[in-house]
């Protein structure tokens, strides 16, 4: 064993402009960025809910925050964030353990890779 391989795991985050762009035509600049706000909020605060929920082994509220995930998600157009947030929730339907812990994980890495992404577009006009 004299070789050690060292796995990166980022992955490419994407949010969906064009739905931001639609949801800017809807509520307007104030509104939109409203919203916006709102949701990065409360991205924040169920990331480390879910994360707090799965220590505890409370998986009836864990698949509850993670639905939450997806509504949030959808709404600002964070889709691989939804995506991962269904994965998790068919872990836990599964009763797969293990497999919710590696999903679990990649949703927050996914999560707080979706925030930069939202921060870093505030700076563009839409």
Known sequence: MD???????????????????????????????DVVCRAMEELALRLSHCSRLHSSSNLTE???????LIAIG??????????VARDVISAIDTGDGPALSATLARLI??????LTAIWDLQDITI
Do not use: F, N, P
């Open 3 to 33: 070789q050690v391989l060292k796995i990166r795991l980022k992955e490419t985050v994407h949010v969906d402009q064009d739905r931001l762009a639609a949801l800017y035509a809807e509520l307007g600049d104030t509104g939109a960025e």
């Open 62 to 68: 864990l698949r509850k925050c993670a639905r939450s």
């Open 74 to 83: 959808d709404q600002i157009g964070m889709h691989v964030l939804t995506r």
């Open 109 to 114: 890495r996914i999560g707080e890779q979706s």
